[in-house]
């Protein structure tokens, strides 16, 4: 069974900095993408910024330039430097992936738990 767990949400002040990370764990046999989505209360979750396991990077035009994705093949994580936050970044935020459980199996799409980013002074 495949894990995504997902760690340093928090309270931070407009112009501050979080970091998240994500954790896949369980019987992954390859990670195709890996990233980050975010819901904010009344909108639906978008994009925020993906990387493929060649380091291609795809980011939200809201957050470029101030959050930066960035991911360790060889321990199945992710992370999101985010800097430069504002009251709009507020949201829970989601870890992603693409992967595949055994050699033979599809890719399919997981999703963490999610945790809480809230921006404000």
């Known amino acids: 069974q495949v894990q995504l767990v997902e760690s340093g949400g928090g309270l931070v002040q407009p112009g501050g900095s979080l970091r998240l990370s994500c954790a896949a764990s369980g019987s992954i046999f390859s990670i195709n993408t890996m990233g980050w989505y975010r819901q904010a209360p009344g909108k639906q979750r978008e994009l925020v910024a993906i990387i493929t396991s060649g380091g291609s990077t795809n980011y939200a035009d809201s957050v470029k330039g101030r959050f930066t994705i960035s991911r360790d093949n060889a321990k199945n994580t992710v992370s999101l430097q985010m800097n430069s936050l504002n009251d709009e970044d507020t949201a829970v935020y989601y870890c992603?992936?693409?992967?595949?459980?055994?050699?033979?199996?599809?890719?399919?799409?997981?999703w963490g738990q999610g945790t809480q980013v809230t921006v404000s002074s």
């Open positions: 992603y992936s693409i992967l595949r459980e055994g050699g033979s199996r599809p890719f399919k799409n997981y």
